[in-house]
């Protein structure tokens, strides 16, 4: 079983793309004629030239729009594709999931004829820097540790690549991990929660304390009061990392 069929049946309704980071990622890919989009979950910031959507997940891909891109259930460290498929391959927020992370980066270099594109985050930076985890969850960061992939290794596997940083909007409409840093009640939501794998793949008895005291800080006020800064800010970087790589 995929560990979305899972952790993933929520996704279509709290990981919906955010207009500001498509358009990074759609920067990034260029002017590649198609598309191979690996870890595809439900679809999120395929671009209509999407040639192919690689997931493993059925509960994921039952949730794909109805006229999204072609779509196979089959895994990073196989993909079924010639060699030199399509101009560029994107993998956004996946490898983390993945089983032989070298097979998998493997993979992707036969695939794309001009161009790699990985979404992934430093887990350095997150960890010091994200309030829900450094102050709150430990525990969620602990186990995003266990997984994490650091970029340096990221990079050498694919033969080198330009790092830009993704700044996380303050509305930010994907709820991945820090999207709610500026709404932190949206973190006491088990919906939410549910949406984020750090967060539903960490016991729940683990998480208790940290939700329970953020609980009592946003009631007292203390949150706001400890935050103020990033109650005036639009976007912060916490360590999201497009990774691009020219073939």
């Given at each position: ?11 279509g309704r709290?990981r ?14 260029g ?17 209509p ?11 994921m891909?039952?949730?794909?729009p109805p ?33 032989d992370?070298?097979s ?7 695939v794309?004829?001009?161009?790699i ?5 430093n ?6 820097q994200?309030w ?9 960061a ?5 997984r994490?992939?650091p970029?340096?290794?990221?990079v ?18 994907d ?13 006491l ?9 750090m ?8 998480l208790?304390?940290?939700l ?13 009061h ?17 990774l691009?790589?020219?073939?």
């Open positions: 079983m995929a560990i979305y069929d899972t952790l993933g049946a929520t996704y709290t919906r793309p955010d207009p500001r980071i498509a358009a990074q990622i759609h920067t990034a890919l002017n590649a004629a198609d598309v191979v989009n690996v870890g595809a979950g439900t679809g999120s910031y395929e671009p030239r999407t040639l192919l959507a690689i997931e493993p997940s059925d509960v891909l039952a949730q794909r006229r999204s891109a072609p779509a196979v259930r089959a895994v990073a460290e196989h993909l079924p594709l010639r060699d030199n498929a399509a101009d560029a391959v994107m993998a956004l927020l996946t490898i983390h999931h993945w089983t992370l070298a998998g980066i493997a993979e992707l270099r036969r794309a004829r001009r161009r594109v990985i979404l992934t985050w887990q350095r930076i997150f960890s010091e994200f829900l985890v450094r102050d709150y969850l430990p525990q969620a602990a186990f995003d540790d266990t994490a992939v970029i340096e290794q990221l050498a596997l694919l033969g080198g690549a330009r790092q830009e940083p993704v700044p996380i909007p303050y509305d930010c409409t709820g991945f991990g820090a999207a709610y840093w500026r709404r932190p009640h949206a973190y939501d088990p919906q939410v929660r549910a949406g984020i794998s967060l539903a793949q960490t016991p729940a008895d683990a208790a304390p940290g329970a005291a953020l609980t009592d800080d946003l009631a007292t006020g203390r949150w706001h400890h935050h103020a800064d990033l109650l005036a800010l639009d976007s912060i970087d916490v360590g999201y990392r497009l691009v790589t020219d073939l």
